[in-house]
């Protein structure tokens, strides 16, 4: 009995079940997380809040907070209740003790037994449910009979007045066990429907997955191969350091070595002289005139020998100095070969690209080391197949037919310009001569106001606006991929292109409006 008892004052007083994550309001009345939520999502249409027991109110949506201590209650009660299955419902005439409910009638709201319910059987016709506590969804709330019918046309469950006398009068309804196979067909058709589209996210997530995981195996990769080339770096400037080091100090060791022999040399001589002056101030003082006339041993040399000795020591060593200009190549040389040793690990060829004068259009000008393409004055060339007649531009002399390349350009920041490559076989004349006219050209356009990048008569406008004369181009002939990138830091990636190429890439320039363009490779 105490048993019973206590399992009445752990019943949720909406669901009429065990609490199920009991949380209380500020009234101290309990409920389960879930029927209070229900409760107050239908209060808040209604536009006010109550306890569903004491109907206090509540200005605001209240918050219930978690009841712990109820909660563990519950669970010490249900772990001492070994006849209680999951449903929690038992029947209503066993009171002695508690008997699992094996259903529920609808017209005498009560759960029963088998026991009971063979009884019960042999009295009534009633309508028989699952265990239920919630005996009030399952009758009309208005007529308290027993929801036997479904108005398609109102999305509502009727009992027999509503159809008869109710707002649902003449309404076309459907018994409740046909609307909800019914429903339940249309449920699965759309859960049909469904299907595939989760498949198909399913599937981009896991492509997405994988990408992702990819990426950081490449990123991996990369970071490995990074740290390989910058040991190598480093190792690579220690040598560098040593032979410049050394030069500097073979350098000092000769100079130092051959102003030391000088010095010696410069020395002894003037102890011979101090020798020589000692003993003509001795003579000097030789008051017989005889005495001095005969003297055999006392040599006048003429100053200008001795002066012409000296004057050579000195000379030799003012002119002997450091060479900085070789200790400066021996450094450049260790450097130029770093830079080539990465660029060969990167397995990136950075070309020495050189402009072709017989493509140039007149008005270009071409410098003499053949890096610089300026716009200028009209200039005399000579004719040539090769030379373009509309647009003013200039190719290079070589193209790039294999492999992965990288050079730099810089332009003056003046008029238009357009950089880019394109096939040999590009039109000299008429307008599918311009670059990115035509399928056979790649341009990236710039000027003051901003990027465009155009390839068969398509412009792309860039959204990032120049802020760097400097770029950057990289070229991966066989992966098809041609890329522009701003070099003033941080650098800034500004478009790909990407193609099947099937001819050499000619790098290729067009300016206008004083605008002038050089290549740094």
């Avoid at 060479?323 to 070309?351: A, F, K, Q, Y």
């Avoid at 041609?482 to 193609?499: D, K, N, Q, V, W």
């Amino acid at each position: 009995m105490a048993s019973a008892e206590l399992r009445e004052d752990l019943n949720c007083s909406i669901c009429l079940s065990l609490y199920t994550d009991p949380v209380s309001l500020r009234c101290g009345h309990n409920f389960c997380r879930s029927c209070i939520v229900s409760v107050l999502d239908a209060q808040e249409a209604a536009g006010g809040y109550s306890c569903p027991d004491c109907r206090a109110e509540y200005p605001e949506r209240p918050a219930p907070e978690k009841n712990r201590k109820l909660e563990n209650i519950v669970e010490r009660f249900s772990s001492t209740q070994p006849g209680i299955e999951d449903t929690g419902i038992f029947c209503a005439y066993c009171t002695k003790s508690p008997v699992p409910a094996v259903k529920s009638c609808l017209h005498c709201e009560t759960s029963l037994c088998d026991d009971h319910l063979t009884v019960h059987n042999k009295t009534v016709d009633h309508i028989l449910i699952d265990p239920t506590r919630s005996f009030g969804n399952k009758k009309c709330s208005l007529h308290k009979k027993v929801l036997e019918y479904y108005c398609p046309q109102d999305a509502a469950c009727l009992c027999v007045s509503c159809c008869l006398v109710g707002e649902h009068r003449g309404h076309q309804v459907e018994l409740v066990d046909e609307a909800f196979e019914k429903k339940k067909k249309e449920l699965r058709k759309y859960l049909d429907e469904l299907n595939p589209q989760k498949a198909d996210i399913q599937t981009k997530v896991q492509n997405l997955q994988d990408h992702k995981t990819k990426i950081q195996e490449k990123a991996s990769d990369k970071r490995k191969t990074l740290s390989k080339i910058f040991m190598d770096i480093k190792k690579q400037l220690e040598t560098a350091e040593k032979k410049a080091l050394s030069e500097v100090s073979r350098q000092e060791e000769k100079i130092v070595s051959q102003t030391s022999h000088l010095i010696k040399k410069l020395e002894i001589q003037e102890d011979e002289l101090s020798r020589k002056m000692n003993h003509v101030e001795e003579m000097c003082l030789v008051t017989d005139p005889i005495i001095l006339l005969n003297a055999s041993d006392i040599t006048v040399c003429s100053h200008g020998g001795d002066e012409d000795t000296v004057g050579d020591c000195g000379e030799v060593h003012s002119e002997e100095d450091l060479d900085e200009v070789l200790i400066s190549l021996t450094l450049h040389r260790s450097m130029r070969d770093i830079v080539t040793n990465v660029t060969s690990e990167l397995g990136v060829h950075v070309p020495d690209i050189s402009l072709d004068v017989d493509t140039a259009h007149r008005w270009v000008k071409i410098s003499s080391d053949l890096k610089t393409a300026t716009k200028s004055g009209e200039q005399e060339k000579p004719k040539s197949p090769g030379r373009f007649v509309n647009a003013f531009q200039v190719l290079s002399r070589c193209g790039l037919s294999s492999g992965r390349h990288y050079w730099e350009v810089k332009w003056n920041q003046i008029g238009d310009c357009a950089i880019g490559l394109s096939y040999p076989s590009i039109e000299r004349n008429g307008e599918q001569s311009g670059i990115g006219y035509n399928d056979k050209s790649w341009s990236l356009d710039m000027n003051n106001g901003g990027y465009k990048a155009w390839h068969n008569s398509r412009e792309l406008t860039l959204s990032v606006k120049p802020t760097c004369p400097t770029l950057g181009v990289f070229l991966d002939y066989e992966a098809g991929r041609l890329s522009f990138y701003e070099l003033c830091g941080p650098i800034r990636h500004l478009h790909t292109f990407t193609a099947s190429f099937t001819e050499p890439l000619h790098v290729i320039f067009c300016v206008y409006d004083g605008a002038s363009v050089t290549i740094r490779s």
